[in-house]
């Protein structure tokens, strides 16, 4: 699943107030790798990062629309700059 998050909040970004959301498609390239693609602007493949239980991992706390938590796995600046 491809959660989208605000850094400043940690809450989720859905496409009802980002419709442009709607445009991207994920797909797996294979293994490790997923691609992000939309219209009108280059395609963008990356590694999957790897989920730890270590505390200075890429795992972020999220919270979904009532404020719950949902643990995540940030996939880096390459892919939220390519989001954003």
Known sequence: MLLVYSEETGKFITGRN????????????????????????????FELPQYSN????????????WGEPVKCIDCGTAPAQWIS
């Open 18 to 45: 980002y419709p442009t959301l709607i445009l991207v498609n994920l797909s797996a390239v294979d293994e490790t790798r997923v691609r992000l693609e939309a219209t009108g602007v280059p395609n963008l493949t």
């Open 54 to 65: 270590d505390s200075s991992s890429n795992t972020i706390d999220c919270k979904m629309w």
